[in-house]
């Protein structure tokens, strides 16, 4: 290889979610004592690194090459905002932007729901000035952060995500579309807000961290850890943890107190069979199979489907015993004894399925929010909701995480997962400051089915820690 | 293309092999497939619900049918239709003015008592009657916008039941590619259309010119100079590994569908073998090999033969051999990092010199620009230009590398260039 031209100018570019070098020969960057983030790209001829190095890439550069640099790397615009309509900050909002500036406007925010996460994001994007994305975890997340934004700072945010791409110095967007979309405007953004940053880490998505030059970050969240433990990865995609906020330290200052009423429902008669008639069937099965096979297990018998109709016919009694128990009749009537003893008071329903929340929907004719409900009357529902034009509204998965519902004292669960995130986010939903009434967070689940064993696992969370039996 | 969940892929001492129902192993499901596409082309109005469970119940009793395959069908046969999509929102209309109407009701009870007096199913009715529609008819289009609800209004379909079995073939090899981290071809012909599809499909590529292919006098291609055998095959063998930018500094799946999308477009190619590593779900690395031999259906037409009829005429002229020259059309890539270059034709005489050929059919100032520019970049190379009369600047300078024809290009003077790039590259041997 020829030495390089002194006059050829040393070049650093953004090229699909990475940085690109152009002009140093190959032993010029490699021969550094420490280990370089940077590869050699024969395809190209040239070098590259990950764009997340931005920052110290080119502070490295301007100081090795001096004027002979240049950084092609398109620069985040400042942002003047048309107004700044922000609360003022409570003490501990204060303290945790103020630990987040002090760790050089990198790191992340612990804090648990309905204690204002969001005002703190504000509060520096109204320090930062400066282009900033925003990822939400879904759609109506990313729509409620376009609202409050518009609000906040009378600023009208761009859209990626739901079919929309449209980028603007302030932009709105979720983690899949972050995913995709990241190599295409991961240059221009000086501030990166990961909202529920533990969506982060997942082995595709953490890349919408990877694929960006964005020097500053910040990750919020209640709940950092994940079942995978890769909450540790948050360190250096966002940056380590500035400022986190206790749960006990909460409860009954800042939110409302809370009670947790689980309440057992038994199938009926037909239900039962049903169950009944399916379990024996996914029990022989397997007896069966583990006569022949000793360790025998479910993912086997997934694995068998394909190939027996047997198997497949297991499968499918499973799946219709989880259904039967999603969907018990009695869980409707219980809902209704729920409706009567909180009338006049707002309540929120999570349902396990699509199916099971359209069926309370027609039973008693309440607005529902699913993953496809139309922007324009997801926004009709949570405003009427808000204005308590609807007392009640029905949600599968999506309403959480995050999405603000005011003023709901009273929650339902008829089903979901096991995971302490869920419960933790659930809780934080209906905690919401407002007033001092207690907030009642009603579990409702099968008797001697697998749900019971779901309710133990979540109450294991410390936001359960004060559970109330009682039957309604 | 298909979903990853629809995706079927047994992997077997460090191979992927993808789900595929051929005549040999699958015949019956000819039968299955007719099924199917008539089950759609007689299910205009029906939900997508409904069709899906119908397109189930024919599997009911095959034991050779795992639940995947039975929603790539769906989705297949999905794809291939037009649903009717609630545009207007009339659905999402009808339930915000059917809750609000029920909002002051509220809550609609089974028992009525004092406190509570709205009974449901009088409380129905009477919003029915508000309404002025029958309450089942109400209830039936609360939810219709829901993708299960929607009914099917067009199908397009497939030709017939094999052809959506090739498409069914193809689509889970597209999907096994998702977990792609990089893809190998080896080609021999077709170069230009491998080329230019993986660029529509935004990968990068590192091109290998391969060894066994008679001696090389171009220098530049990886600076190898592989003295090799006059084979009966004069075709080059070129080995082109596609990835993206951000695979040289780690493993990733992020560019796997730009595989996917690439693969029909070479399934219509001759002469190529594949080798795609991808990661297996317990993160071992497998491989996918695939060729031409495999007989996979693509979709896509095949490559043109010739893109003009000029090059035709030229190749029926000039015959595959003549005076010690062989012609071979498309059958060189010249490259520089990501610029690339297939000429029309190479002409590969027995003592090693390589020739090659670009005919300029017609000229427009960008076309012109463009080749100009590309022939700069690769003037180390023996490049030949075919350039009709009409289209010279008066006064052009026409230099010794420019043919220049009226309406056919004719033999003796492009073999007296031919020949004359081979003394000049004796030439400069001799002269080292």
Redesign the interface.
Known sequence: MMDRNPQQPITLSF????LLLTGPQPREISSGAEPSVW?W?????AW???AIHYLSGRTALSRRFGAGFRDDVAKPVSVAWPKQDLPELRAEQKEALAAWTKGGRRGQIIMPAGTGKTEVAFATMAETQVATLVVAPVRDLMYQWHRRILAAFGYDAGIVGDNTFDIKPVTVTTYDSAYIHM?KMGAGFGLLIFDEEHHLPGK?RR?AAI?STATMRLGLTATPERSDGCEADLDWLIGPVAYRLPFQQVRGSTLADYDVVRVPVALDEREQATYDQCSRVVRHFLAARRKEMPGYTWQDLCKE?????QA?HA?KAYYLKKSVEDRAAEKL?VL?DI??LH?GQQILVFAGS?AMA?EV???????TI?S???K??RL??LE?FARG????LVANRVLDEGVDVPEAKVAVVIGGQASTRQATQRLGRVLRKSGSSRATLYEVVCEDTKEVERSRKRRQSDAYERTVHRRV | MLTSEQSIVEYRAGRAIPDRLTQNTHRHYLEYAGKMLAIYREGIGRQRRELHRQVEAIFADEPDCPIRRIEAFCKLLDDAGIFQADTSGKAAKLRLDVFSKAARLHPLVQAPDRLFEHEEGAAKSQLAEELGAPWEMIEQGLYADVIAYQRLEEFTGYPDAAAFLSRYNVAQLQACLYRAESLTVTATRDLKTIVRYAKLAKLLHEIVRGTGVPPMTVKGIHGQDARATHGQDAHATYRITFTGPASVLRETRRYGVNFARFLPALLTCKGWKMEAILRTPWKTAAKLTLSEADRFTSHLPPPEEFDSSLEQSLADKFGPVRDGWQLIREGDILHEHQKTFVPDFTFRHGDGTEVFLEIVGFWTPEYLALKRETLRQFRRHRILLAVPESSLREGASITGHVLVYKTTLKLPPLLAALEAARAKRRHELVDG
């Not at chain 1, 090229?15 to 990475?18: F, H, L």
């Not at chain 1, 790209?41 to 001829?45: I, Q």
């Not at chain 1, 489907?305 to 109709?309: E, F, L």
């Open positions: 090229d699909r979610g990475t590869r790209d024969a395809r190209v001829g590259r690194c990950e190599d595709c890349e694929l489907t394909g190939k027996d109709p497949r499968q009537r209704e409706f009567r009338y699509n359209v929907s027609k039973r008693f004719l309440v607005p699913l496809h409900t139309p324009r009357e009709a529902v009427g034009a609807f007392t009640v």
